[in-house]
């Protein structure tokens, strides 16, 4: 019949969407033109049958990157062009509207399934979305499950499933379960009432055990993220964080997806200047520039001449190519913090008071009740102090007795409960996180060398502005000193925004990235106490990774791009971390934090390029690795991208309507799902009619993504609704789909004829 109609119609080209192994065998020989098959593939390998007929197409066009991959793999050329979307009717809408006129009370939450309900084994996991809905539901009598289906078997010689005969099987006689209208299936449900269904639906559920269009990408666990609060691992990403794009601007993530791969081949990254390799998926995009040549000079003039960076795939990328950093510079956007919200000690008068004093305001301290109790100076802290902590009764008695019995009398000590961010707080912060430890007994201690009294000097004023009174305490034999305070809300609140133990440390970034005054201060205190002169640059140490890290993403917002580097001494257990600046940028630095330039021995020089808002910086190797376990994408609004150790990456799909979707991780399963969820298969198991693999569904998995969407609140499902929106109209609506694949391809194939 395609061969009739080609010669009826006098066709220049053929396009056809159909699986190709359906089709019969001389389809090529009876058309008289070029063929373009737009080709699903739903399984792997591509079995004996669609091999062959691969032979017979000209132009054959897969309609996902995982379809363009398998085809290749068999050893055929291939396109890529993926589904249009007519974004003019299927987007975000009114849920509520959407349920009143399709008839669902509005209380519902809607859970949908779209399939066709054909075909045995059953690929779009009939049973499997049954038992895991039927769970579902009690624990939450309010849901409605959509079957938008035939209740009995459509075609394939009435292979498939009789729900009615499978509800009662499973009990769910009782479970509220409904169907369209049969007779409007049957002849064909409209369009605009689709995109209905779609807006009222809460989910739509999809756990198929495969489908031939989609675009599994993602990056691997660990992965450090930038936010406007710091810094997180990819895994550890929330909906509602905002992360930095590659426009240099904050946005909102909708949701942070994973899924399981296995024996797949990778893409890892070596950048100059970079410990850590970045290492994703192959289809994962990337912001890069490819430059006719390597050389700098080479590469600025084109920047100067308009070369701009685009979006390539990872596995398009050459060593010759250069990675792009957005620059997002600090803003004064915050002024205070309620250092409330860090401490469990009370507020009175705006002062966080502290239930016991250091003594060293009082005639008779601490350490004389120790004397005279004889007891430790820790037992006198615990006592006197009012520690919670459990104290031997005699210790108490004799403490109690050797205090009064010299006169010692309780000073209460307190700091203010709102703290002014500027630069002499991000000094204190600064150095604590370099050298600074805090007791058992809430003493905080800033370790020194005993020649640095200008640093311990400026410490201990900034606590007395505070209200605090300080201790000095020379080693003996030692060149160290100490100087300390005991105050039980500075320590709190200097434990739980910087940390404790030093491979622990860390920057309280959700100030710094929003008080420049407080940053340059806390580079400076830090400089203090853990920066070093390098030959013609300068250097931070730390035990800490993310300290490390978090340390490049501050310097970063003042335009100074440092390198990371790592390495393991001798008889010490964690990581050692070396942050250099080096070249022209230890001038900045120098300028900064108010100390000498570097001596430069001739000319300086960087490793990178910055133009305009932009760092971009050589990729020193490419790897391939194999990879099995999680990989991890986030899904993100307005610009559609995140900024991955400092390196600008795109979202990996895009969605038609506003309504989450769970799918399965296998084949090509996500193609329109920017906001959704791809659970893990439970096996996969061979389907000898086909002659490749399927992968079985989890009930228990389905179960608890549904619960997933279920607790996502309001506002973040508001963010969800509307997250793949204008991803889709850039990149999937129907004219973009015509002008950036279909019109090449079809000019190609026209200039072939001729």
Same mark, same amino acid.
């Given at each position: 019949?395609?061969?009739?109609?080609?010669?009826?119609?006098?066709?220049?080209?053929?396009?056809?969407?159909?699986?190709?192994?359906?089709?019969?065998?001389?389809?090529?020989?009876?058309?008289?033109?070029?063929?373009?098959?737009?080709?699903?593939?739903?399984?792997?390998?591509?079995?004996?049958?669609?091999?062959?007929?691969?032979?017979?197409?000209?132009?054959?066009?897969?309609?996902?990157?995982?379809?363009?991959?398998?085809?290749?793999?068999?050893?055929?050329? &291939?396109?890529?062009?993926?589904?249009?979307?007519?974004?003019?009717?299927? &987007?975000?809408?009114?849920?509520?509207?959407?349920?009143?006129?399709?008839?669902?009370?509005?209380?519902?939450?809607?859970?949908?399934?779209?399939?066709?309900?054909?075909?045995?084994?059953?690929?779009?996991?009939?049973?499997?979305?049954?038992?895991?809905?039927?769970?579902?539901?009690?624990?939450?009598?309010?849901?409605?499950?959509? %079957?938008?289906?035939?209740?009995?078997?459509?075609?394939?010689?009435?292979?498939?499933?009789?729900?009615?005969?499978?509800?009662?099987?499973?009990?769910?006689?009782?479970? @509220?379960?409904?169907? @369209?209208?049969?007779?409007?299936?049957?002849?064909?449900? @409209?369009?605009?009432?689709?995109?209905?269904?779609?807006?009222?639906?809460?989910?739509?559920?999809?756990?198929?055990?495969?489908?031939?269009?989609?675009?599994?990408?993602?990056?691997?666990?660990?992965?450090?993220?930038?936010?406007?609060?710091? !810094?997180?691992?990819?895994?550890?990403?929330?909906?509602?964080?905002?992360?930095?794009?590659?426009?240099?601007?904050?946005?909102?993530?909708?949701?942070?997806?994973?899924?399981?791969?296995?024996?797949?081949?990778?893409?890892?990254?070596?950048?100059?200047?970079?410990?850590?390799?970045?290492?994703?998926?192959?289809?994962?995009?990337?912001?890069?520039?490819?430059?006719?040549?390597?050389?700098?000079?080479?590469?600025?003039?084109?920047?100067?001449?308009?070369?701009?960076?685009?979006? !390539?795939?990872?596995?398009?990328?050459?060593?010759?190519?250069?990675?792009?950093?957005?620059?997002?510079?600090?803003?004064?956007?915050?002024?205070?913090?309620? %250092?409330?919200?860090?401490?469990?000690?009370?507020?009175?008068?705006?002062?966080?008071?502290?239930?016991?004093?250091?003594?060293?305001?009082?005639?008779?301290?601490?350490?004389?009740?120790?004397?005279?109790?004889?007891?430790?100076?820790?037992?006198?802290?615990?006592?006197?102090?009012?520690?919670?902590?459990?104290?031997?009764?005699?210790?108490?008695?004799?403490?109690?007795?050797?205090?009064?019995?010299?006169?010692?009398?309780?000073?209460?000590?307190?700091?203010?409960?709102?703290?002014?961010?500027?630069?002499?707080?991000?000094?204190?912060?600064?150095?604590?996180?370099?050298?600074?430890?805090?007791?058992?007994?809430?003493?905080?201690?800033?370790?020194?060398?005993?020649?640095?009294?200008?640093?311990?000097?400026?410490?201990?004023? !900034?606590?007395?502005?505070?209200? %605090?009174?300080?201790?000095?305490?020379?080693?003996?034999?030692?060149?160290?000193?100490?100087?300390?305070?005991?105050?039980?809300?500075?320590?709190?609140?200097?434990?739980?925004?910087?940390?404790?133990?030093?491979?622990?440390?860390?920057?309280?970034?959700?100030?710094?990235?929003?008080?420049?005054?407080?940053?340059?201060?806390?580079?400076?205190?830090?400089?203090?106490?853990?920066?070093?002169?390098?030959?013609?640059?300068?250097?931070?140490?730390?035990?800490?990774?993310?300290?490390?890290?978090?340390?490049?993403?501050?310097?970063?917002?003042?335009?100074?791009?440092?390198?990371?580097?790592?390495?393991?001494?001798?008889?010490?257990?964690?990581?050692?971390?070396?942050?250099? !600046?080096?070249?022209?940028?230890?001038?900045?630095?120098?300028?900064?934090?108010?100390?000498?330039?570097?001596?430069?021995?001739?000319?300086?020089?960087?490793?990178?390029?910055?133009?305009?808002?932009?760092?971009?910086?050589?990729?020193?190797?490419?790897?391939?690795?194999?990879?099995?376990?999680?990989?991890?994408?986030?899904?993100?609004?307005?610009?559609?991208?995140?900024?991955?150790?400092?390196?600008?990456?795109?979202?990996?799909?895009?969605?038609? &309507?506003?309504?989450?979707?769970?799918?399965?991780? &296998?084949?090509?399963?996500?193609?329109?799902?920017?906001?959704?969820?791809?659970?893990?298969?439970?096996?996969?198991?061979?389907?000898?009619?086909?002659?490749?693999?399927?992968?079985?569904?989890?009930?228990?998995?389905?179960?608890?993504?549904?619960?997933?969407?279920?607790?996502?609140?309001?506002?973040?499902?508001?963010?969800?609704?509307?997250?793949?929106?204008?991803?889709?109209?850039?990149?999937?609506?129907?004219?973009?789909?015509?002008?950036?694949?279909?019109?090449?391809?079809?000019?190609?194939?026209?200039?072939?004829?001729?």
């Amino acid at each position: 019949m395609l061969g009739f109609y080609a010669k009826h119609f006098a066709a220049d080209v053929v396009i056809s969407l159909y699986d190709i192994w359906a089709l019969p065998a001389d389809t090529r020989r009876n058309l008289p033109c070029p063929w373009i098959a737009w080709v699903p593939v739903d399984g792997e390998p591509i079995p004996r049958g669609m091999r062959e007929r691969l032979k017979t197409i000209d132009y054959p066009v897969a309609m996902s990157k995982y379809g363009q991959a398998q085809i290749e793999q068999a050893g055929f050329e &291939c396109d890529y062009i993926p589904l249009g979307i007519d974004c003019e009717l299927f &987007c975000p809408g009114d849920k509520d509207k959407a349920k009143a006129a399709l008839g669902i009370p509005l209380d519902r939450y809607l859970v949908t399934v779209v399939a066709a309900n054909k075909g045995y084994p059953m690929r779009k996991s009939w049973m499997e979305i049954l038992q895991a809905f039927g769970q579902f539901y009690q624990d939450h009598s309010e849901a409605m499950l959509y %079957l938008h289906t035939t209740g009995e078997p459509y075609g394939s010689q009435g292979r498939g499933i009789h729900f009615g005969q499978a509800i009662e099987a499973l009990g769910l006689t009782k479970v @509220p379960i409904t169907f @369209p209208d049969q007779g409007e299936l049957a002849v064909g449900i @409209p369009d605009e009432q689709m995109a209905m269904v779609y807006r009222a639906s809460d989910v739509l559920l999809s756990p198929s055990m495969g489908e031939g269009f989609g675009l599994p990408i993602c990056f691997l666990p660990g992965q450090l993220v930038y936010l406007d609060s710091g !810094i997180k691992t990819i895994e550890k990403i929330e909906p509602m964080d905002r992360v930095l794009t590659h426009k240099g601007q904050y946005s909102t993530a909708t949701y942070c997806e994973s899924r399981h791969i296995a024996d797949e081949e990778i893409i890892s990254l070596d950048m100059v200047g970079l410990n850590e390799k970045i290492r994703l998926t192959k289809e994962h995009p990337v912001y890069a520039l490819q430059p006719p040549y390597r050389r700098f000079i080479s590469v600025r003039r084109a920047l100067k001449r308009g070369l701009k960076p685009e979006w !390539i795939c990872a596995i398009d990328l050459t060593e010759n190519d250069f990675l792009v950093i957005p620059l997002c510079l600090i803003k004064d956007t915050m002024d205070t913090v309620d %250092l409330r919200c860090f401490t469990d000690v009370k507020e009175t008068n705006g002062r966080l008071v502290s239930k016991y004093s250091n003594g060293s305001d009082n005639v008779v301290t601490f350490s004389d009740v120790a004397k005279v109790a004889e007891v430790s100076f820790t037992s006198v802290c615990r006592v006197l102090g009012g520690y919670d902590r459990p104290t031997n009764e005699t210790i108490r008695q004799a403490v109690l007795e050797a205090s009064k019995k010299l006169g010692w009398q309780s000073v209460k000590r307190s700091i203010p409960a709102q703290m002014s961010l500027n630069y002499r707080t991000g000094l204190l912060f600064g150095y604590y996180t370099a050298e600074g430890s805090i007791s058992n007994t809430y003493t905080v201690e800033f370790a020194s060398h005993r020649k640095e009294v200008g640093y311990r000097k400026i410490i201990g004023d !900034i606590l007395k502005e505070w209200g %605090l009174s300080t201790n000095i305490l020379h080693r003996k034999n030692s060149y160290s000193s100490r100087l300390y305070t005991c105050n039980k809300a500075l320590a709190q609140v200097l434990k739980r925004t910087c940390g404790s133990s030093a491979p622990e440390k860390h920057i309280p970034m959700e100030w710094a990235l929003h008080n420049k005054k407080f940053a340059q201060g806390f580079l400076t205190g830090f400089w203090w106490g853990d920066g070093h002169r390098l030959s013609g640059g300068f250097g931070y140490s730390t035990s800490s990774r993310r300290l490390a890290h978090e340390l490049r993403r501050l310097l970063l917002g003042f335009g100074i791009l440092a390198t990371v580097h790592s390495h393991k001494r001798n008889k010490i257990k964690h990581e050692e971390f070396t942050i250099t !600046i080096e070249g022209k940028q230890s001038d900045r630095f120098a300028t900064l934090i108010g100390v000498l330039p570097a001596k430069h021995s001739g000319r300086q020089g960087q490793y990178f390029i910055e133009h305009e808002n932009y760092l971009y910086v050589p990729i020193r190797s490419i790897e391939r690795e194999t990879y099995t376990g999680l990989v991890y994408n986030l899904e993100v609004r307005e610009d559609h991208s995140y900024v991955i150790h400092g390196f600008a990456m795109h979202n990996c799909e895009a969605q038609a &309507c506003g309504t989450p979707v769970i799918t399965q991780d &296998c084949s090509a399963m996500k193609e329109l799902t920017i906001n959704g969820r791809a659970i893990e298969p439970l096996q996969p198991f061979w389907v000898p009619q086909l002659g490749y693999w399927w992968q079985q569904a989890s009930i228990e998995r389905i179960v608890d993504a549904l619960d997933r969407f279920y607790k996502l609140s309001d506002e973040a499902k508001e963010f969800m609704a509307g997250g793949g929106t204008e991803f889709i109209r850039t990149n999937y609506d129907w004219p973009v789909v015509m002008e950036q694949y279909w019109e090449p391809l079809l000019a190609k194939v026209q200039r072939e004829l001729w």
